[in-house]
């Protein structure tokens, strides 16, 4: 893949600056159309851009919800392919507002796809979750498991999401990819999430609240994702959806045990499930090997300790 243009969308967030930093290094043209919505501190997410050294001039602050604005910039840009990652994130949160996500998650996914349409590009990745499988505890996650029975209005917006997906590469003649990521952590990771909340709190001397200590989780360090959007691009076949997580579950409690070699103050305070979380997420990665050949490589001790490192040198930030 030499020099091509790319749009990413959210890409001031967090897994979108570091995708955005990667392709840059490799030289194509990155153009990011992010609203720097105040989901988290938007000044954060301008830092964020800074970090990377950004060309400020590919960036375009505009909401995805301006349907006429994105079609006037994608015919502007005609990119060679879009990675939408702009939505609003967040289980907890979509239980309280459900409608602002049926927007984010899906409306701005629809306008994007339509624009891509019009302005003729190639290519669309889509951010997809692994929360569109619902609460499935035990094996590992194929693919083909999801079924539409999400436990979140998160994880329903996705999975209406990657249907209108579907549609629209039909519809232009689009390749698609679609990507289901697995609880991403690592360095800028997301203020809301368990992972920089729970070392913002011990760094600070603060009870964390462990909401069901038996769950599991399969957290992917950002620097496999990146690796794994960066294959997909690269070799995804058209029309397929890829896991792309790290293959291992790791329970709460041994999470917990390695934040504590760090942290051995650690104070912690065990109650019940939130409304809309799952047991437990476990991804089969058996089609992301054989057709990206993805090899996730960060272990959880090694990704905490990097995650650890950078909280101590940017406490101001978390
Ligand atoms: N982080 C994870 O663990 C995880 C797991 C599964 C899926 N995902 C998906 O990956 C993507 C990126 O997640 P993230 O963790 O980097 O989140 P993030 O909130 O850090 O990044 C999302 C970005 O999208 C932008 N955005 C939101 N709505 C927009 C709109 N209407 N128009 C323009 N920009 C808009 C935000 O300002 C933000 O910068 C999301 O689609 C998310 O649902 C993330």
Redesign the pocket.
């Known amino acids: 893949m030499i020099n091509v243009k790319i749009v990413l969308?959210?890409?001031?967030?967090?897994?979108?600056m570091h995708l955005a930093g990667r392709l840059l290094n490799e030289g194509h043209r990155v153009i990011i159309?992010?609203?720097?919505?105040s989901?988290?501190p938007?000044e954060r997410?301008k830092h964020h851009l800074e970090v990377i050294n950004f060309p400020m001039n590919d960036f375009h602050k505009?909401?995805?919800?301006d349907r006429e604005a994105i079609k006037a910039i994608m015919k502007k840009i005609r990119p060679d392919a879009v990675i939408?990652?702009?939505?609003?994130?967040g289980v907890a949160y979509s239980i309280e507002e459900p409608l602002k996500y049926v927007?984010?998650?899906i409306k701005?996914t629809i306008n994007i796809l339509e624009a891509c349409g019009e302005a003729g590009t190639g290519r669309f990745l889509f951010?997809?979750?692994?929360?569109v499988y619902g609460d499935k505890p035990g094996a590992a996650l194929k693919e083909e498991d999801a079924d539409g029975k999400t436990v979140s209005p998160?994880a329903a917006s996705?999975w209406s999401a990657e249907s209108f997906c579907h549609m629209y590469a039909g519809m232009y003649g689009l390749k698609l990819n679609i990507m289901?990521?697995?609880?991403?952590?690592g360095p800028w990771?997301?203020p809301d999430?368990a992972i920089p909340k729970f070392i913002k709190k011990s760094m600070k001397g603060e009870s964390i609240s462990i909401f069901g200590a038996d769950s599991g989780r399969d957290y992917?360090y950002i620097d496999d994702i990146v690796e794994g959007i960066h294959l997909t691009l690269l070799h995804g076949r058209n029309g397929e959806i890829y896991n792309l997580g790290s293959g291992r579950e790791v329970k709460m409690l041994r999470l917990l045990e390695i934040l504590q070699s760090s942290f051995p103050s650690m104070k912690l305070d065990f109650t019940d499930y939130r409304l809309g979380d799952v047991l437990s997420t476990h991804s089969d990665l058996s089609k992301a090997m054989n057709h990206l050949n993805y090899s996730p490589k960060t272990t959880i001790e090694e990704g905490l300790k990097k995650t650890i490192q950078w909280a101590e040198s940017n406490e101001k930030f978390l």
Do not use: E, N
């Not at 969308?9 to 979108?16: E, H, P, R, V, Y």
């Not at 159309?33 to 919505?37: A, E, F, K, M």
């Open positions: 969308t959210g890409g001031a967030g967090f897994i979108g159309i992010d609203s720097l919505h989901y988290y938007s997410k505009v909401d995805l919800l939408h990652l702009a939505a609003l994130p927007d984010y998650d701005a951010a997809s979750s692994s929360s998160y996705k289901r990521f697995f609880t991403v952590y990771a997301r999430m992917t």
